[in-house]
Protein backbone atom coordinates (compact mmCIF):
# COMPACT_ATOMS: atom_id res chain seq x y z
CA UNK A 1 0.00 0.00 0.00
CA UNK A 2 1.26 2.96 -1.17
CA UNK A 3 1.35 6.64 1.44
CA UNK A 4 -1.10 8.08 -1.17
CA UNK A 5 -3.20 5.07 -1.16
CA UNK A 6 -2.91 4.88 2.37
CA UNK A 7 -4.40 8.48 3.24
CA UNK A 8 -7.54 7.08 1.25
CA UNK A 9 -10.48 5.61 2.52
CA UNK A 10 -12.70 3.70 -0.85
CA UNK A 11 -16.68 4.22 -0.62
CA UNK A 12 -19.06 1.30 -2.24
CA UNK A 13 -20.07 3.89 -4.92
CA UNK A 14 -16.44 3.83 -6.25
CA UNK A 15 -15.47 7.47 -5.29
CA UNK A 16 -12.17 8.14 -2.87
CA UNK A 17 -12.39 10.43 0.15
CA UNK A 18 -8.39 12.00 0.50
CA UNK A 19 -8.07 12.12 4.37
CA UNK A 20 -5.44 15.09 3.89
CA UNK A 21 -8.10 17.09 1.86
CA UNK A 22 -10.42 16.32 4.80
CA UNK A 23 -7.73 16.92 7.69
CA UNK A 24 -6.74 20.28 5.61
CA UNK A 25 -10.61 21.26 5.06
CA UNK A 26 -11.23 20.73 8.52
CA UNK A 27 -8.65 22.97 9.79
CA UNK A 28 -9.33 25.41 7.27
CA UNK A 29 -13.26 25.64 8.76
CA UNK A 30 -12.38 26.09 11.76
CA UNK A 31 -10.54 29.26 10.73
CA UNK A 32 -12.94 30.30 8.56
CA UNK A 33 -15.96 29.94 10.18
CA UNK A 34 -14.72 31.90 13.69
CA UNK A 35 -17.97 33.90 13.21
CA UNK A 36 -20.09 31.15 13.95
CA UNK A 37 -18.02 30.34 16.82
CA UNK A 38 -18.50 33.71 18.09
CA UNK A 39 -22.66 33.48 18.06
CA UNK A 40 -22.48 30.09 19.83
CA UNK A 41 -20.91 31.73 22.43
CA UNK A 42 -23.51 33.86 22.64
CA UNK A 43 -26.10 32.44 25.39
CA UNK A 44 -28.55 35.31 25.27
CA UNK A 45 -28.84 34.78 21.53
CA UNK A 46 -28.71 30.74 21.59
CA UNK A 47 -31.07 30.12 25.13
CA UNK A 48 -33.78 31.52 25.57
CA UNK A 49 -33.12 31.44 29.28
CA UNK A 50 -29.82 33.60 29.05
CA UNK A 51 -32.16 36.08 26.70
CA UNK A 52 -35.43 36.51 25.80
CA UNK A 53 -37.29 34.60 22.99
CA UNK A 54 -36.85 37.49 20.98
CA UNK A 55 -33.17 37.38 21.25
CA UNK A 56 -33.39 33.97 20.72
CA UNK A 57 -34.89 34.69 17.56
CA UNK A 58 -33.19 36.78 16.35
CA UNK A 59 -29.65 34.25 17.20
CA UNK A 60 -31.37 31.38 15.52
CA UNK A 61 -32.04 33.72 11.99
CA UNK A 62 -28.09 34.50 12.41
CA UNK A 63 -27.00 30.94 13.26
CA UNK A 64 -29.18 29.55 9.78
CA UNK A 65 -27.32 32.68 8.05
CA UNK A 66 -24.42 31.52 8.76
CA UNK A 67 -24.56 27.73 7.95
CA UNK A 68 -25.79 27.96 4.96
CA UNK A 69 -23.08 30.77 3.87
CA UNK A 70 -20.57 28.08 5.37
CA UNK A 71 -22.23 25.41 3.31
CA UNK A 72 -22.13 27.37 -0.06
CA UNK A 73 -18.20 28.50 1.10
CA UNK A 74 -17.29 24.98 2.17
CA UNK A 75 -16.02 23.74 -1.41
CA UNK A 76 -14.30 26.99 -1.91
CA UNK A 77 -12.57 26.57 1.35
CA UNK A 78 -11.64 22.98 0.05
CA UNK A 79 -10.22 24.11 -2.95
CA UNK A 80 -8.26 26.66 -1.32
CA UNK A 81 -6.49 24.13 1.15
CA UNK A 82 -6.59 20.88 -1.05
CA UNK A 83 -7.01 21.76 -4.74
CA UNK A 84 -7.36 18.91 -7.25
CA UNK A 85 -6.05 19.41 -10.69
CA UNK A 86 -8.07 21.74 -12.94
CA UNK A 87 -11.18 20.68 -11.64
CA UNK A 88 -11.41 21.73 -8.15
CA UNK A 89 -9.43 25.14 -7.71
CA UNK A 90 -10.09 28.11 -5.84
CA UNK A 91 -12.40 30.24 -7.76
CA UNK A 92 -14.14 27.10 -9.43
CA UNK A 93 -15.06 24.79 -6.65
CA UNK A 94 -18.50 26.60 -6.38
CA UNK A 95 -19.28 26.21 -10.42
CA UNK A 96 -18.07 22.43 -10.19
CA UNK A 97 -20.90 21.43 -7.25
CA UNK A 98 -22.95 23.70 -9.55
CA UNK A 99 -22.51 20.95 -12.03
CA UNK A 100 -22.36 18.21 -9.76
CA UNK A 101 -26.14 19.35 -9.11
CA UNK A 102 -26.95 19.38 -12.64
CA UNK A 103 -25.46 16.14 -13.84
CA UNK A 104 -26.43 14.11 -10.73
CA UNK A 105 -28.99 15.91 -8.89
CA UNK A 106 -28.84 12.47 -6.09
CA UNK A 107 -24.99 12.39 -5.88
CA UNK A 108 -25.27 16.03 -4.69
CA UNK A 109 -28.81 15.21 -2.27
CA UNK A 110 -26.62 12.76 -1.02
CA UNK A 111 -23.88 14.54 -0.28
CA UNK A 112 -26.04 17.39 1.43
CA UNK A 113 -27.72 14.62 3.52
CA UNK A 114 -24.52 13.71 5.11
CA UNK A 115 -23.81 17.24 5.97
CA UNK A 116 -27.41 17.27 7.77
CA UNK A 117 -26.81 14.09 9.31
CA UNK A 118 -23.49 15.06 10.54
CA UNK A 119 -24.81 18.77 11.60
CA UNK A 120 -27.29 16.96 13.19
CA UNK A 121 -24.71 14.92 15.39
CA UNK A 122 -23.60 18.16 16.31
CA UNK A 123 -26.97 18.72 17.91
CA UNK A 124 -26.73 15.72 19.54
CA UNK A 125 -22.95 16.23 21.14
CA UNK A 126 -23.57 19.24 22.37
CA UNK A 127 -27.21 17.72 24.22
CA UNK A 128 -25.09 15.06 25.52
CA UNK A 129 -22.67 17.64 27.29
CA UNK A 130 -25.75 19.64 28.94
CA UNK A 131 -26.51 16.57 30.48
CA UNK A 132 -22.89 16.02 31.74
CA UNK A 133 -22.03 19.57 32.14
CA UNK A 134 -25.25 21.16 32.99
CA UNK A 135 -25.47 24.75 31.84
CA UNK A 136 -28.56 26.48 33.32
CA UNK A 137 -29.57 26.37 36.76
CA UNK A 138 -32.48 28.11 38.80
CA UNK A 139 -31.88 31.06 40.66
CA UNK A 140 -32.47 30.89 44.34
CA UNK A 141 -32.42 34.87 44.67
CA UNK A 142 -35.60 34.71 42.41
CA UNK A 143 -37.86 33.53 45.03
CA UNK A 144 -37.22 36.72 47.11
CA UNK A 145 -36.13 39.05 44.45
CA UNK A 146 -38.89 39.02 41.49
CA UNK A 147 -36.51 41.32 39.36
CA UNK A 148 -33.32 38.87 39.88
CA UNK A 149 -33.07 36.42 36.87
CA UNK A 150 -35.14 33.69 36.90
CA UNK A 151 -31.94 31.56 35.90
CA UNK A 152 -28.08 31.05 36.56
CA UNK A 153 -25.75 30.29 33.04
CA UNK A 154 -22.55 28.75 34.30
CA UNK A 155 -20.54 29.98 31.43
CA UNK A 156 -17.80 27.68 31.46
CA UNK A 157 -20.14 24.84 30.99
CA UNK A 158 -21.90 26.61 28.48
CA UNK A 159 -18.35 27.57 26.36
CA UNK A 160 -17.51 23.60 26.40
CA UNK A 161 -21.01 22.82 24.86
CA UNK A 162 -20.46 25.62 22.32
CA UNK A 163 -16.76 24.55 21.63
CA UNK A 164 -17.89 20.85 21.24
CA UNK A 165 -20.84 21.58 18.75
CA UNK A 166 -18.63 24.62 16.38
CA UNK A 167 -15.80 21.78 16.44
CA UNK A 168 -18.34 18.60 15.03
CA UNK A 169 -20.03 21.20 12.75
CA UNK A 170 -17.02 22.71 11.09
CA UNK A 171 -16.16 18.56 10.71
CA UNK A 172 -19.59 18.50 9.14
CA UNK A 173 -18.33 21.09 6.65
CA UNK A 174 -15.24 19.78 5.90
CA UNK A 175 -17.03 16.53 5.25
CA UNK A 176 -19.31 17.65 2.66
CA UNK A 177 -16.77 19.65 0.99
CA UNK A 178 -14.37 17.20 0.48
CA UNK A 179 -16.76 14.58 -0.38
CA UNK A 180 -17.71 17.02 -3.47
CA UNK A 181 -14.20 16.98 -4.15
CA UNK A 182 -14.09 13.45 -4.45
CA UNK A 183 -16.86 13.84 -6.91
CA UNK A 184 -15.31 16.17 -8.69
CA UNK A 185 -11.95 13.95 -9.18
CA UNK A 186 -14.22 11.02 -9.58
CA UNK A 187 -16.99 13.14 -12.72
CA UNK A 188 -13.33 14.29 -13.81
CA UNK A 189 -11.33 11.09 -14.48
CA UNK A 190 -14.86 9.34 -16.24
CA UNK A 191 -14.47 12.17 -18.82
CA UNK A 192 -10.93 11.59 -19.72
CA UNK A 193 -11.56 7.81 -19.83
CA UNK A 194 -14.48 8.58 -21.98
CA UNK A 195 -12.71 10.90 -24.31
Given at each position: MTATSATRMSHPDGSLLDLRALARAFAACLAVNVPLLALLLIPQLMRSRAGSEALLTVGLLLLFALVVGA??????????????GPHWLPGGARARVRALRCENRRTYLW??????ALYIAAQGVGGLIAWLLPHVEDNPAHA?????????IDYPNY??????????????????????????VRSAAQVQQGG
Open positions: VVFAPEVSAKVAPARLGEFVTDPTASVWIAVQAGAMYVCICFALAWYATRLRAES
